[in-house]
């Protein structure tokens, strides 16, 4: 959970961790003031579904209903919590670095936002290369499969991947871990060439000392990861507890609960035993990557 102090994080993560931040506080606070989120809902003339969003970090808040809360949870002008209050209000409401891409799915916004704050992210892939080690060739060849009648939508997606891609190379690094399925090294995603590319790729950004890449080979047979890919996102213990992020086509969730991520964290430690080493990774990469030369 998050705690209800305001503190830094090591990126730019636009409003995203301030909204989660200023929800956490506010909960904290009302509950400590024994109001119950209807009761606060009706005071400020709204749904009782509102406050859980606000109080979850999923939208946020303007500053006349925030006046409204902190006056009904006793936190008086002199109460530093106060100011604080207003500083994450004001931050949640700022765009994100994102918002020069244009506007993005609500779900993916909030993704790239936590991704912003993380120090750490697993991330296990079924299909495709992870976002954050694709070429701009591949990105583009998946950009064109899902638009594919929308050539400046694909654009702006492949330059939003790629400044995503920041965050490996400069300070503070991220940490990567990533896990593929043999099955995305041996898809002819973009044609012969591009995957080529992509291949060489994978193989230099595992020799950076922050990112690890592992290959799940076919002859694993069935793996925990047949059921999906999926991310795990850390963060500094100040800011957040982990966080897990599952994408599908019924909608992106994300697990926070203790037992959700204890059973995620379970089975990417599973799979990274099933996994090949880095070198025997990298030296399959390599032997498809030769295949295409």
């Known amino acids: 959970m998050f705690l209800s102090e305001e503190v830094d994080v090591p990126r730019a993560s636009g409003p995203t961790i301030a909204r989660w931040q200023l929800g956490a506080q506010l909960k904290g606070l009302r509950e400590a003031a024994k109001i119950t989120q209807l009761q606060i809902a009706e005071v400020l003339g709204c749904s009782e579904s509102k406050i859980y969003k606000i109080e979850s970090g999923d939208v946020g808040i303007n500053r006349g209903d925030l006046l409204v809360m902190l006056d009904r949870y006793k936190v008086g002008e002199d109460d530093p919590r106060r100011e604080t209050a207003f500083d994450l209000q004001r931050q949640g409401k700022q765009r994100g670095w994102w918002a020069k891409y244009g506007n993005l799915p609500s779900n993916y916004a909030m993704y790239v936002g936590l991704e912003g704050a ?91 000392p922050n990112v690890t890449i592992q290959v799940l080979p076919f002859g694993e047979g069935w793996h925990p990861g047949t059921a999906g890919s999926f991310s795990i996102l850390e963060f500094p213990e100040a800011v957040h507890s982990p966080v897990a992020y599952i994408e599908s086509q019924a ?33 399959l990469m390599a032997a498809i990557a030769r295949e295409l030369a």
């Open 118 to 208: 993380a120090t750490e992210v697993k991330d296990f892939e079924l299909a495709v290369v992870p976002g954050l080690l694709q070429t701009e060739g591949y990105a583009r060849a998946i950009g064109s499969a899902n638009w594919p009648d929308q050539p400046e939508e694909v654009e702006r997606r492949v330059e939003l991947r790629m400044a995503r891609q920041a965050c490996l190379t400069e300070d503070p690094l991220l940490k990567f871990w990533g896990i593929v399925d043999e099955a995305v090294l041996h898809r002819r995603t973009g044609g012969d060439e591009v995957i080529h590319g992509q291949l060489r790729h994978l193989i230099d950004m595992g020799k950076q």
């Open 251 to 283: 909608g992106d969730v994300y697990l926070e609960r203790e037992d959700d991520m204890r059973r995620v964290t379970l089975r990417f430690t599973h799979l990274q035993t099933a996994a090949l080493s880095q070198a025997k990774s990298r030296e």
